[in-house]
């Protein structure tokens, strides 16, 4: 069973990630409340991996999130033999690397921090956090 806990994280990285989508297809800067240019970052070639953008990634993945939630509350416990908390952890181990990288991106590479890209990444870390705990806690 996936934890229930997930789910707020998994829905506030879906509007974070929707709205950098949103912005960036209407070509309009986003409004960093830090003073920092977060377009800076989410316009820079970190951006994409395999030539999606990261925000659609992003979509895609808390999306999936929520459909194991869904799952679980229907009972199913696995999929293919494999526990579905078991493959959950693994793709949220994937994301939140990924997350982390895109964290030293910033801080190393770029230099420029972008606020909505930290907090997504905070509720990616944190969805792994909350599920590996639920797994083997």
């Known amino acids: 069973m996936v934890s229930i806990w997930i789910f707020p994280f998994a829905v506030i990285g879906f509007i974070i990630s929707f709205y950098i989508f ?6 309009e800067s986003l409004v960093c409340f830090t003073g920092q240019d977060c377009n800076l970052v989410v ?6 991996i395999f030539g999606f953008p990261n925000e659609i990634l992003g979509m895609l993945y808390y999306l999936l999130v929520v459909g194991f939630i869904i799952l679980g509350l229907e009972g199913v416990t696995e999929v293919a033999n494999f526990s579905l908390s078991l493959i959950l952890v693994f793709i949220a181990t994937v994301a939140a690397g990924f997350s982390i990288f895109l964290i030293y991106v910033q801080a190393l590479v770029l230099k420029h921090w972008c606020e909505y890209c930290i907090a997504t990444a905070i509720t990616t870390i944190a969805i792994f956090i909350i599920e590996l705990f639920h797994l083997y806690g």
Do not use: A, G, T
């Open 22 to 27: 949103f912005k960036k297809s209407r070509q």
């Open 43 to 48: 316009d820079s070639k970190y951006n994409k």
